[in-house]
């Protein structure tokens, strides 16, 4: 069982920055493959960003190309998600995932593993 634990959200203005942080419980993480998910009110949880297990591969949501980067520290258990040049449109709930079992990364069933979730709001 993995536990994982997001930090590093909050309130900026568009254009500013933030960096994610995912704390995973558990060894076993370095061999997951993760990403990030958000979640808008009333939306449907989207794919953001995805990282295989020994972060060669990495894909991206082309609403984030350029101003997001995922990475992850496999000697701390830690993934992180770099945001800058942040949009009002950026505001949601960002989940972490891990574990895709089969299948592409932005569909979240496909996911063995998630985080609580931490708010992003982007204000213009």
């Known amino acids: 069982q993995v536990q994982l634990v997001e930090s590093g959200g909050g309130s900026v203005q568009a254009g500013g920055s933030l960096r994610l942080s995912c704390a995973a419980s558990?060894?076993?993480?370095?061999?997951?493959?993760m990403a990030w998910f958000r979640q808008g009110t009333g939306k449907e949880r989207e794919g953001v960003a995805f990282?295989?297990?020994?972060?060669?591969?990495?894909y991206y949501a082309d609403s984030v190309k350029g101003r997001f980067t995922i990475s992850r520290d496999s000697a701390q258990n830690i993934l992180y998600l770099q945001m800058n040049n942040l949009k009002p449109e950026d505001t949601a709930m960002y989940y972490c995932?891990?574990?895709?079992?089969?299948?592409?990364?932005?569909?979240?069933?496909?996911?063995?593993?998630w985080g609580e979730g931490i708010q992003v709001t982007v204000s213009s």
């Open positions: 558990s060894p076993t993480y370095s061999g997951y493959s």
């Open positions: 995932a891990a574990d895709l079992r089969g299948g592409r990364w932005v569909y979240p069933h496909h996911f063995g593993y």
């Open positions: 990282i295989d297990s020994d972060g060669n591969t990495r």
